[in-house]
């Protein structure tokens, strides 16, 4: 069946420096890969988004990239702050019809100040 | 705007009892999704209500889950004989979906209910 799986599972960075977390996915019609933060005891919240049609996006200090033929996508957090730490979970759609999404297993992100 | 909104935020019950969460989507949202988070763990897909079509219900991991969607608004996802693995937390989530339309919408999530079977 379609999997995402996504690395590291824990990544401490200091503040200031740059963390990237890498998921691979398996169905090659997924089309939409979002990326989400979720704090403690809180909802996933969508921090960025990346559709098939384009290669890279970027939102302020932080950008995904996508590469279709070898089937994975990053997340990248330039100049980070104690303040991004939570899990980042990607997820990558099912096929190319309706909604749903499929989850990697969770990237525990940690900025030491 | 209001977001996803989900009630009870938490819910302890006994083992064999049943159960109903409920979740609010943002007004206006077609599709409206379940999820569950066990500890620790990524995002489990349980089912998925899209207009007036017949919900997908693929990811729901035995008969004793079901939900509806009345109205094409409001959705309860109901347990019943709650087994100690169906602790988890239940995620609700809401997208604008165009109907026929190629590309996946982004999905809004609601806080949660945290569910403890004892």
């Known amino acids: 069946g379609e999997n995402v799986e996504q690395h590291p599972s824990t990544l401490s960075v200091q503040e200031g420096d740059s963390a990237v977390i890498k998921c691979t996915y398996s169905d090659s019609a997924s089309n939409y890969f979002p990326w989400y933060k979720q704090e403690l005891g809180k909802g996933p919240q969508l921090i960025i988004d990346?559709?098939?049609?384009?290669g890279e996006k970027k939102d302020q200090r932080i950008a995904v990239t996508l590469n279709k033929t070898a089937k994975h996508f990053s997340l990248h957090i330039t100049e980070t702050q104690p303040e991004d730490s939570a899990v980042y979970f990607c997820?990558?759609?099912?096929?190319?019809?309706?909604?749903?999404?499929?989850f990697g297993q969770g990237t525990e992100l940690s900025v030491k100040p | 705007g209001a977001g996803v909104s989900q009630s009870p935020s938490n819910k302890v019950t006994e083992k064999g009892k049943d159960v109903e969460l409920r979740c609010d989507p943002i007004?206006?949202?077609?599709?409206l999704y379940w999820y569950r988070q066990s500890l620790g763990q990524g995002l489990e897909f349980l089912i998925y209500?899209?207009?007036?079509?017949?919900?997908?219900k693929s990811g729901l991991p035995s008969d004793r889950f079901s939900a509806e969607r009345t109205g094409g608004s409001v959705s309860t996802l109901t347990i019943q004989r709650t087994q100690q693995e169906d602790s988890a937390v239940y995620l609700c989530a809401s997208s604008l979906e165009l109907a026929g339309g190629f590309w996946t919408d982004t999905q809004y999530f609601g806080p949660g209910t945290r569910l403890t079977v004892l």
């Open positions: 209500f899209q207009g007036n079509s017949a919900p997908d």
């Open positions: 007004s206006g949202h077609t599709a």
């Open positions: 997820a990558a759609s099912i096929g190319n019809q309706g909604g749903k999404l499929i």
């Open positions: 990346i559709r098939s049609n384009v």
